[in-house]
């Protein structure tokens, strides 16, 4: 009889520290999300970033637009857009540019 | 080189308000594009700066401007003097200041109203010295982008969440994309300065930037095709990331590729710097000269913010404890709805608090760019 009590007792106890832990944690928890909102509010400025639209009048063409795609595929697919379709295109530099390169490899050499 | 007043031959300086060069001494304006300036070559390829240096330091400060500080801000000696005059590469176009200096002060300080976290100190130090107006070069670039992604999600099926891939690839042409052609300015914080509205670009004149400082673009084509395809690989890739359903989406792999059209455009655009130093550590605050956006983070008080925290764990405390308590008064001995309350606390718990953390991580990195030395470096290279 003596050890059934023994064992509800510590049964008891670790329900009672888990209960504890887990109620700490969570105001913990909350506390941290509440300060992150506050300090996000009142001392982050301006954290807002222009999106894709901003710049591209009509977005992205989509040549491939697929979901559920089994794993085994991702190399194959990657394979295929492995390659830079610009890589035969030749555009003239600014001159500031080059004098920058120049200047660059002069100061390491 | 900056041109004198041809009434009084006193200091011409570019005021954003009206947009005129105006004479500091009998108050004559003049439009730039009006102003004569007999050392300035529109057709030359460039345009004179001065240089000074420090005497007692080295430091070199370089501006377009008629007229330089009497002090060395590295070290504060008053031996500053007149070096050289240098060329620099005149750029294709600008966009002048349309903010002042007062309100570019006027829109910072309105961040600090009603700011019980900004130390006092910082407050102070939110005066006109302190603020500095420099023209950043940028080249502004109209590039096609091409992406291939392959991004993983967990997808809700019936009572199961799965794993679910996704592949996506396409192509778009952007134009007008402002690139920071500063190696020395974060191109994290200058992405943020954006939006510019090239609607207000004028051909560059040097007489636009007669009362500012300015730097000049220390880019390579390769450092600047880099910069390209990361900024258009930023834009891009949080489109596609959109396009996925789940939840906790990520990128598993992705590959892209950028081309720069035919004559990039090399542009100075405005914008105010507020440095300033707190507990010895250099903060830069960064203002957009032509729409007044303020980015930065500014520093809080740690004291003022642990009082806060342990305030709002007390609160959440007795909350949360008359909550309990209420529910073990009113429903004892339900042992199953305990159980559940227990384990929806803990879900609500766990998702706040990885929000909170990455979201107090993220606040802390963006310090860590405003504190960054260099920058207040750069800053300070063009004192006022």
Redesign the interface.
Known sequence: MESVNAIQTDALLIIIIVSAAVFLFTCVAISIFIMYRILNKFNNFGDTECSLYQYSYDGIRFKVNKDNVALEEKNEFMEKYGKNPYEEVERTIPELLIKNAEKANSEKG | MAVLCSNCSGRLIFNPASQMLECAICGSSFYPEDVSDINANAQS?YYDTRVYTCGHCGAEVITSDTEVSTFCVYCGNPAINFSRIAKE?RPDGLIPFKITKETALENVKS?FKK????PKEVKDKAVPENIRGIYIPYWIVNA?F?E?D?LSGEVKEERDTRL??????????????PIDGSNILNDKIS?????FLFEGAKEFDEDYLNGFYSN???????D?RRSVANRCHY??S???FN???GKNRKF??S?Y????????L?MMLPVWFFTFRYKDEPHT?LINGQTG????????EKKR?TT??WS??AG??AI?SLF?LGITFNFAGLGDFLNIL?IV??A???A??S???V??KR?RK??QRTRSEEIFKFVKKRQA
């Open positions: 390829k590469y961040k700011n019980p976290f900004i096609r091409t291939a392959y679910r891939y996704f592949q996506r690839a396409g192509s778009c042409v952007l134009k007008n994309v992405m943020k300065l954006e939006p000049t673009s220390d880019l390579t084509y390769a600047l834009l891009y949080d489109a596609v396009t996925c359903i598993i792999d590959i590729w950028a081309d720069i059209q035919d004559d990039p090399y605050i956006k303020v980015v930065g983070t500014m520093p809080w913010i806060v925290f709002v764990f959440i405390f949360m309990v227990i606390l803990l609500i718990a766990t706040v608090f929000t909170g953390i979201g107090i606040i963006n310090i």
